[in-house]
Structure formats: structure tokens, C-alpha cells
């Protein structure tokens, strides 16, 4: 075993980003509380906050050993190597060669699954129980967010020495398919299991808050430096670039959902905005420290204008996507990890030398098809795997401790839900009762 060298700067720029990317969860919770109809505010917001509180001690207990201990089968980590997180030595260290200690890597981590599982919620808004989201929650990231985190990041299937070892090594520098793919299919699984609201598709369901959307996209746009960045796991030239990507990427994406919705619909919105902004965040995840400039200029357009498209997909096929995790994470996110076959620059040494073959490069700059074909295998196995498992999870719950709430509790919100209103000085909550 090398002996371990801890290097101060990484350390604490990890720890820096770790709570940026924990902040990410507060924000989505305004985000998504935003969205909804005033009635269901602090139920959407519960659920973020209930992801926290569950997903915590689950990854310190067998999460990230699930995810980065020893390869069991190319599916997932042994669970019982650093059960616990008290026994985990710096040298097995994520980030080891970072200089970043066991314990700061799993916090790091830890932040990654938490926001993953939240994502999800915003697909059920306003009509799963409570109590089957945190059943869920806890299920979910189990069997389905650890595995993935270990096959894409830890050694498994996913990986270098995966399914596309003869191809090249997939990229995914800091999520797109353990992420965004991972949560927006199981947003969709779970939407068409759960059914459509009461009135959907017959009745206006408009966000009760813009202002609470902004500031949102603003604290998950804000921590999301965190979590690009920091998935350099240094504080280096490469996290510069990931930082660059991310602001350039994301302000394009705006920009493109803006100009689509002018198209479309005549005017832009503060909606829209929002929703680009996290669009653009969603797709330049994967390819943060794999694309120059102008890779990350032409990831925003094309996710901002793709996915602005994408939100009313819903409506054509039928499935109530509340709060549009499918048009936003799944398609964002498979077009961030797609794209990455034409636009990835890894010849540019700033992007770090993480892959196992450098040279290797995107169609648009001289690599062939052959990273496009391994972007494409893996991003299509996520959403297989994803979509199977969750399914049996929710198909499970649903037989046995059900997940949708009752008529009267859906039309009644947060008072039926917690016993309280978000807005009850001014009547808001009864006001939606009575409708």
C-alpha cells in the first residue's frame, strides 16, 4: 500500500466543493417548491429535505463502499469493506492520489447521491405519499444509484474496463449518466407509475412562485461549480477548465431555451430561464474537463434548445412529468454524454489525463466515431438498467404500502400531507381545499 500524502490545497477545495454541492439540495428544494401550486410547497420541499436526511447515513454506513470498494461482479462495490466509514484508511482513498483524505472524499460523495435521489422527486410532485418517498428514497439509492456510481466511476461495467474496453473509456467526469440519466429515468418510471395529477392536461398547474424558481436556479447553478469542479478532486488547471465549461455552457443554454420559446411562443420567460440555466448545467456535467471552449458553447445551445422542446413531450405521450426531470435531466443529460463523442478534446493536456487513452478524441476533432459509439453504449445501458430497477421498486411499493395518495389528500396538499400551510396568513391553503 503507498503511503499517503496529504496535500492541504486539494483538501480544502474539496470540502469547499462538497458544500456547495450539499447546498444544490436546498436550492432544488426552492427550485421545485417554486413549481409547484402553493397547496404542495412544503411537500415538494419536504422531499429534498427528506433526501438529505435519509441518504446521509446511508452513505456513510455501506453507500460509498458500495460504490468504491472492491469490484463485486463489475456491478457493485463490496458493502461491508469500509461499512461504517470508521475503519477506511486515506491511502484506499477516492482522491488518495489528490492528497485528499477517505473521510473528506466520502463527504464529497455523499453530496453526489443526496442530490441524485431529490432530482426524482420533482417528477411525483403533488401526488405520492410521503412515506413511500422516503421508502423509495432509501430502496432507490441502494440498489440502484450505488451500483450505477460503481459502474461508471468505481471499476464496474461502465467503466474503462467495461463493456466498451474495446472501443475507448467512456467519460463521465462528474455525473451525466450516474446523475441526470439515473434520475430522469427513474422520474419518468415513477411518473407513469404513479399516474397522471387530478386535472392534468385539462386544468392551468402553473409554478406559484417565479421568484422562488430563480433563486433556486441560482443556489443549484452556484453549487453546481462544486460539482463539476470539484470532480476533478484538485484544485488545478482542470478544475479551471470544468469552472469555465460550466459558466460558458450554461449561459448559452439560457440563451437557447429563450430564443426556442420566442420562436414557439412568442415570449421569453423567467421560467424559461431558470429552466435553461439547470439545462445547461445538466448537459455540460459529463463533458466539464473533456470539451474546449467552444465544445461547451455548442453543448448549452443544443441542450437549451433540445430541451426546451422536450418538456412538452409529456403532454404528446401522456405521462405527467410534474416538474420536468425527463425534459430536463434525462434529455440533458444524454445529450451532455452523447455529444461528448463529437466534441471531446482530450489531446488539450489542461483537460487532465484521467482517461486512459489521451489521444483519443470526438468526431469533431479528428477521434473517428469511436468515443461517440462508447458514449452512446453506455448512456443507453444506464438507462436500461435504471429504468428496470426502478421500475421493480416502485412496482413493489405500489403492491404493498401503495405510493399514490388519496383524491381528498391530493386536493388538499400540505395540510393533509404535514399539517401545516406555506402560506396560511393569506389563506392560500384553504383556498386550495376548497377548490
Given at each position: 500500500?503507498?503511503?499517503?500524502?496529504?496535500?492541504?490545497?486539494?483538501?480544502?477545495?474539496?470540502?469547499?466543493?462538497?458544500?456547495?454541492?450539499?447546498?444544490?439540495?436546498?436550492?432544488?428544494?426552492?427550485?421545485?417548491?417554486?413549481?409547484?401550486?402553493?397547496?404542495?410547497?412544503?411537500?415538494?420541499?419536504?422531499?429534498?429535505?427528506?433526501?438529505?436526511?435519509?441518504?446521509?447515513?446511508?452513505?456513510?454506513?455501506?453507500?460509498?463502499?458500495?460504490?468504491?470498494?472492491?469490484?463485486?461482479?463489475?456491478?457493485?462495490?463490496?458493502?461491508?469493506?469500509?461499512?461504517?466509514?470508521?475503519?477506511?484508511?486515506?491511502?484506499?482513498?477516492?482522491?488518495?492520489?489528490?492528497?485528499?483524505?477517505?473521510?473528506?472524499?466520502?463527504?464529497?460523495?455523499?453530496?453526489?447521491?443526496?442530490?441524485?435521489?431529490?432530482?426524482?422527486?420533482?417528477?411525483?410532485?403533488?401526488?405520492?405519499?410521503?412515506?413511500?418517498?422516503?421508502?423509495?428514497?432509501?430502496?432507490w439509492v441502494t440498489i440502484v444509484y450505488v451500483p450505477m456510481a460503481h459502474m461508471v466511476w468505481g471499476g464496474g461495467l461502465l467503466g474503462g474496463d467495461g463493456i466498451t474496453s474495446g472501443l475507448s473509456t467512456p467519460i463521465d467526469f462528474a455525473g451525466g449518466t450516474v446523475v441526470h440519466i439515473?434520475?430522469?429515468?427513474?422520474?419518468?418510471?415513477?411518473?407513469?407509475?404513479?399516474?397522471?395529477?387530478?386535472?392534468?392536461?385539462?386544468?392551468?398547474?402553473?409554478?406559484?412562485?417565479?421568484?422562488?424558481?430563480?433563486?433556486?436556479?441560482?443556489?443549484?447553478?452556484?453549487?453546481?461549480?462544486?460539482?463539476?469542479?470539484?470532480?476533478?478532486?484538485?484544485?488545478?488547471?482542470?478544475?479551471?477548465?470544468?469552472?469555465?465549461?460550466?459558466?460558458?455552457?450554461?449561459?448559452?443554454?439560457?440563451?437557447?431555451?429563450?430564443?426556442?420559446?420566442?420562436?414557439?411562443?412568442?415570449?421569453?420567460?423567467?421560467?424559461?430561464?431558470?429552466?435553461?440555466?439547470?439545462?445547461?448545467?445538466?448537459?455540460?456535467?459529463?463533458?466539464?474537463a473533456s470539451v474546449d471552449t467552444y465544445g461547451a458553447i455548442a453543448i448549452g445551445t443544443i441542450a437549451g434548445i433540445l430541451c426546451a422542446m422536450a418538456v412538452s413531450l409529456k403532454y404528446k405521450f401522456g405521462y405527467d412529468d410534474s416538474l420536468d426531470v425527463v425534459g430536463v435531466h434525462l434529455?440533458?443529460?444524454?445529450?451532455?454524454?452523447?455529444?461528448?463523442?463529437?466534441?471531446?478534446?482530450?489531446?488539450?493536456?489542461?483537460?487532465?489525463?484521467?482517461?486512459?487513452?489521451?489521444?483519443?478524441?470526438?468526431?469533431?476533432?479528428?477521434?473517428?466515431?469511436?468515443?461517440?459509439?462508447?458514449?452512446?453504449?453506455?448512456?443507453?445501458?444506464?438507462?436500461?438498467?435504471?429504468?428496470?430497477?426502478?421500475?421493480?421498486?416502485?412496482?413493489?411499493?405500489?403492491?404493498?404500502?401503495?405510493?399514490?395518495?388519496?383524491?381528498?389528500?391530493?386536493?388538499?396538499?400540505?395540510?393533509?400531507?404535514?399539517?401545516?400551510?406555506?402560506?396560511?396568513?393569506?389563506?392560500?391553503?384553504?383556498?386550495?381545499?376548497?377548490?
Amino acid at each position: 500500500m503507498d503511503e499517503f500524502v496529504l496535500d492541504t490545497g486539494n483538501t480544502a477545495w474539496i470540502i469547499v466543493a462538497s458544500s456547495l454541492v450539499l447546498l444544490m439540495t436546498p436550492g432544488l428544494a426552492f427550485f421545485y417548491g417554486g413549481m409547484v401550486r402553493g397547496k404542495s410547497v412544503l411537500n415538494m420541499m419536504m422531499m429534498s429535505f427528506g433526501a438529505m436526511a435519509l441518504i446521509g447515513p446511508i452513505w456513510l454506513l455501506y453507500g460509498y463502499s458500495g460504490a468504491f470498494g472492491s469490484d463485486v461482479g463489475g456491478i457493485i462495490g463490496n458493502p461491508f469493506e469500509f461499512f461504517g466509514s470508521n475503519t477506511i484508511t486515506d491511502a484506499d482513498s477516492l482522491m488518495a492520489g489528490s492528497g485528499v483524505p477517505a473521510l473528506v472524499a466520502i463527504a464529497f460523495q455523499a453530496t453526489f447521491a443526496i442530490i441524485t435521489v431529490a432530482l426524482i422527486s420533482g417528477s411525483v410532485a403533488d401526488r405520492m405519499k410521503f412515506s413511500a418517498w422516503l421508502a423509495f428514497a432509501a430502496i432507490w439509492v441502494t440498489i440502484v444509484y450505488v451500483p450505477m456510481a460503481h459502474m461508471v466511476w468505481g471499476g464496474g461495467l461502465l467503466g474503462g474496463d467495461g463493456i466498451t474496453s474495446g472501443l475507448s473509456t467512456p467519460i463521465d467526469f462528474a455525473g451525466g449518466t450516474v446523475v441526470h440519466i439515473n434520475a430522469g429515468v427513474a422520474g419518468l418510471v415513477m411518473a407513469i407509475l404513479l399516474g397522471k395529477r387530478k386535472g392534468f392536461g385539462k386544468e392551468p398547474m402553473r409554478p406559484h412562485n417565479l421568484p422562488f424558481v430563480m433563486l433556486g436556479a441560482a443556489l443549484l447553478w452556484f453549487g453546481w461549480f462544486g460539482f463539476n469542479a470539484g470532480s476533478e478532486f484538485a484544485a488545478d488547471g482542470t478544475a479551471g477548465r470544468a469552472w469555465v465549461n460550466t459558466t460558458v455552457a450554461t449561459c448559452m443554454a439560457i440563451l437557447g431555451w429563450l430564443a426556442t420559446e420566442k420562436v414557439r411562443d412568442g415570449k421569453a420567460t423567467s421560467l424559461g430561464a431558470a429552466s435553461g440555466a439547470v439545462a445547461g448545467l445538466v448537459a455540460i456535467t459529463p463533458a466539464a474537463a473533456s470539451v474546449d471552449t467552444y465544445g461547451a458553447i455548442a453543448i448549452g445551445t443544443i441542450a437549451g434548445i433540445l430541451c426546451a422542446m422536450a418538456v412538452s413531450l409529456k403532454y404528446k405521450f401522456g405521462y405527467d412529468d410534474s416538474l420536468d426531470v425527463v425534459g430536463v435531466h434525462l434529455v440533458g443529460g444524454l445529450t451532455g454524454t452523447v455529444l461528448i463523442g463529437f466534441f471531446a478534446n482530450v489531446s488539450d493536456t489542461t483537460n487532465g489525463t484521467w482517461y486512459a487513452d489521451g489521444s483519443v478524441n470526438g468526431l469533431f476533432y479528428g477521434g473517428g466515431v469511436t468515443q461517440l459509439l462508447t458514449q452512446i453504449i453506455v448512456a443507453l445501458a444506464a438507462v436500461v438498467f435504471s429504468g428496470v430497477v426502478t421500475f421493480i421498486i416502485g412496482s413493489a411499493l405500489k403492491a404493498t404500502m401503495g405510493i399514490r395518495v388519496t383524491d381528498e389528500v391530493e386536493a388538499s396538499g400540505d395540510m393533509a400531507m404535514h399539517g401545516e400551510t406555506a402560506y396560511e396568513s393569506l389563506g392560500v391553503g384553504r383556498m386550495e381545499v376548497k377548490a
